[in-house]
C-alpha cells in the first residue's frame, strides 16, 4: 500500500525495514547518535537533516556517532563491511570527499579487483550534493561525476521518495561499495513510497515521461526542472521524452541510445560543472553510438565551470532552470515560437 511521505521519510523506511531485516545493518556518521539525553532531546538529532531520526533507540548499539573525522569513519566503515558488517555511513556533505578519498577510492573501489573476486565491501556512503540551499561553495558542489569516473564503484541519485526508498534498500544489499546521493533540497518532496519493502535494479533508467521530438536524458533534481520544462513545450507542441538516469555507474547505456535513435535530438541536463561531466559523458555517448540517427547537434544544459556562490542572486543564475531547457530543446528542433 502506498502513501505519499517525503524523500526524507523514504530514506529513513529504508534503513529501519533493511535494520529490521538484516543485524548487520549499521548506521553511523556525525550526529547520528548525537542530541539524545541532553536537555529538551529525547532523541538523537539523526544527522544534519534528520534522515536517521527515530532509529538510535529502536536499534540500540547500531547507530553510531563518529568524531568529526571524515577519513576515520569513512576507513572504518569500509573495514566494517569487508569484515562481515554492512554499514552506512554518512558523509554529511560530498564536498568533504577529499578528507576520506583515499579510502573510497583507492580501498574500497579496489578490494574485490585486487583480491580476485574473494572480497566484497557492502559499504553505503550517503552523502548530500547540490546547490539551492545558500550554503556555498564549500557545501553545494555536484561531484558525482568523480565518482562515476571509478571502477568499483557504484554511483546512485534518486530523484523521488518512491526512487530513495527502492535504491537505498538495493544498496544496502549490494555487495560492492555504493555511493548514495542525495540532493539537499529534495528532503522535503512529497510523493507515493509502498509501505512494504522492495528494491529497484541498478542500472535500470527511468522514462518518466514520453515524446517523439527530443530526448532529456536528466538526474537527481534535476529531474523536476526538466520535467517542468518538457511540460512548457507539450503545450507548445513540442514533446519531449525525459529519462531520469536514476546511476551512472551502472549506466543505462540501452535506455538512452534507443530514445535517441527514436526522436534524433538530444539535451542533457546535469547539476554539475560542464567539464568531464555526466552531461558530456551522455553526449559523447550518443555521438560515439547513435550518430547516425542525430539530426541535429547535442546540446548540454549544465553549471558554469566556476564554484558555487553564495550570493543568492547569482546562486539562481547558477543552477540549471527550465527556461535553459527550453532554450536548448528550442535550438535542438529550430523551433523559433
Known sequence: MARNITYREALNEALAQEMERDESVVVMGEDNAGGAGSPGEDDAWGGVLGVTKGLYHKFP???????????????????????????????????????????????????????????????????????????AAQHSQCLYSLFTHIPGLKVVMPATPYDAKGLMIQAIRDNDPVMFFEHKALYDLTGPVPEESYTLPFGEANVVREGGDVTIVTLGRMVHTSLEAAGRLGADGVQC???????????????????????????????????????????????????????????????????????????DLYIPDAQRIVNAVKAVTGWTR
Open 241 to 315: 521524452e525525459v529519462i531520469d538516469l536514476r546511476t551512472t555507474s551502472p549506466l543505462d547505456e540501452d535506455t538512452v541510445l534507443d530514445s535517441v535513435e527514436g526522436t534524433g535530438r538530444l539535451v542533457v541536463v546535469d547539476e554539475s560543472h560542464p567539464r568531464c561531466s555526466v552531461a558530456a559523458d551522455i553526449s559523447a555517448l550518443a555521438v560515439r553510438k547513435a550518430f547516425g540517427a542525430l539530426q541535429a547537434p547535442v546540446e548540454m544544459v549544465t553549471a558554469p565551470h566556476t564554484p558555487v556562490p553564495f550570493s543568492s542572486a547569482l546562486e
Open 61 to 135: 548499539g547500531r547507530v553510531l556517532d563518529t568524531p568529526i573525522s571524515e577519513s576515520a569513519f569513512i576507513g572504518a566503515a569500509i573495514g566494517a563491511a569487508t569484515a562481515g558488517l554492512r554499514p552506512v555511513a554518512e558523509l554529511m556533505f560530498v564536498d568533504f570527499m577529499g578528507v576520506c578519498f583515499d579510502q573510497i577510492y583507492n580501498q574500497a573501489a579496489k578490494f574485490r579487483y585486487m583480491f580476485g573476486g574473494k572480497a566484497v565491501t557492502p559499504v553505503v556512503i550517503r552523502t548530500m550534493y547540490g546547490a539551492g540551499l545558500r550554503a
